[in-house]
């Protein structure tokens, strides 16, 4: 981290970060923009990178809110050098951000690279995140790229977290929210969350959003690793394929014979699922009546100032 802090108050070249699906890549690079908030800043980001070069130079003039179509090329980039040096001359840095760095195409990153052209007699006019999958290391390493590295002032990798992070992670989210130690997590249920998450951030809350839904629903006050793995079967069991689909060499004789062993416990779960729902229902009905007398409330508080 200090040391993209440190690319970053550099204010030129290049910044590259990569790491999975979900690591927190832009997150990472929005809490750094925030510790910048006191500056004058004009920064822009794109997500759409899978875009031929000449598209992508009206993308970053469309992202800092230039006119950009029906224009030529040529157009473009003097719109775009005329706005550096405008924001130069008013004391602003401009940063500009691409996700999904790894869609790029060489030619893409080239035209990225030129735009770092734009200097003033001692540094360039614009620094350049650059965010994607580990694979966009291979075109950063590739022989075509040598220009561009040699403008790259930092990178930083994202891996996963461990257990230990991971469990720090969700306290740390749970205490933002106004936690209170209720609902509780055992020790297992936190190994649980890790083993299907691999400690990748997205994954983490996806699992604890639902796993609070169940337990809001169920009014559950402690989470252990049974009720996290049932979470995971839920989740897992909606992108499963029918059967029917997953296994079509199967006879229907042997198929038939297996819904029918399964048929008695099949119905016990139906029921059971039933009750608990039933439940649920009641505890909405609930926290619904709640939040309309507080409505209530409220609008008559309004009311007594008018």
Known sequence: MAYL???????????????????????????????????????????NSGLDSDDMLRLVAAAFGLPHEDTSKASVLIRLEQFLRQC????????LVVDEAQNLSPSTVEELRMLSNFQTEDRPLLQTFLLGQ????????????????????????????DLAETR???EHRLHTAGWRGDPSFGEN???????YSSGIPRKINGLCDRLLLMGC?????????????????????EFDMPGELADGSRSAESRNSEEGENTVGSLKNVNDRLAT???SFTSLLTLLKQILS????????????V
């Open 134 to 161: 580990p694979e966009f290391r291979k075109t950063l390493l590739s022989s075509g790229m040598q220009q561009l590295r040699q403008r790259v002032t930092a990178t930083y990798h994202l891996g996963p977290m």
């Open 5 to 47: 802090e440190y690319g970053l108050s550099q204010g030129e070249g290049f910044i590259v970060i990569t790491g999975e699906v979900g690591a927190g890549k832009t997150t990472l690079v929005r809490n750094l923009f925030r510790e910048l908030a006191g500056e004058k800043i004009a920064a822009a980001q794109i997500v």
């Open 189 to 195: 249920a936190f190994e649980s969350i890790f083993g």
């Open 217 to 237: 629903l169920e009014n559950l006050h402690h989470f252990s690793s049974a009720e996290v793995n049932e979470v995971i079967r839920d989740v897992q069991q």
């Open 168 to 170: 720090a992670y969700i």
């Open 88 to 95: 130069e001359l008013q004391g602003k840095r401009t940063l």
């Open 294 to 305: 507080l409505a209530g409330v409220n609008k008559n508080l309004r009311k007594d100032k």
């Open 277 to 279: 729902l039933e439940t």
